[in-house]
């Protein structure tokens, strides 16, 4: 075989496994298509064009409402740290929605003119009031996961939900948080040691 024609065969070989891996990905990032993985931005109420990434799994309907996590990633990262998580806690039934955080991949700043541009919370108490609106997620039972700045950034956001929604009910309060970035030891007693 000349080597034109052995380039050729090793240039065929090479994107049938491109195709065939690229298929076999989408598989399982989608649960084998039981998951919509949409690419979204929107407004959030500081200002901040936030850029996140929404798995929906195709047991959530209106008639049947899903529980839902928000998710976001650490320091110097992007939403798509958090897609092994998504992908697993979507194919379990939970919509997710991983985010950007606030000045991070595609999410913008929050608006100098609002609050003076301070969001500490960095868009999870925007995206939690988001995940409220969808009509096939169970607006009680909505969670919130993050690692790194993610975990305190969502403490911050559920604090915010909270403070709001003692003065009006309809602001979504998280159902659990599970933030990663510190581990505490605590003695027998119960006190941090």
Known sequence: MDTKKRLALFLCIAI?????????????HTSGGKVKITDMTYITEDGAR???????????SVEDPAPAIVSMHGYNNTREV?????????????????IDAYDHGGSSFADPRINKG??????????????????YVDKKRIGMV???LGGASLQIGAVRAFVKHEK??????????????NAFLVDKDGALA
Do not use: F, W
Request: charged residues 10%; proline residues 8%; aromatic residues 6%.
């Open 146 to 148: 993050g690692h790194s």
């Open 82 to 98: 958090q897609d092994l998580n998504a992908v697993e806690l979507s194919r379990r039934g939970y919509v997710v929605i991983a």
């Open 168 to 181: 009006d009910p309809a602001i979504i309060v998280p159902k659990a948080l599970v933030p990663t970035e």
């Open 50 to 60: 936030m850029c996140a990434l929404l798995y929906v799994p195709d047991s959530a």
């Open 16 to 28: 049938a496994l491109v195709l065939l891996g690229s298929s076999g990905a989408y598989l399982v």
């Open 118 to 135: 301070i969001a500490p919370d960095m868009g999870t108490y925007a995206a939690l009031q988001y995940l409220g609106t969808l009509p």
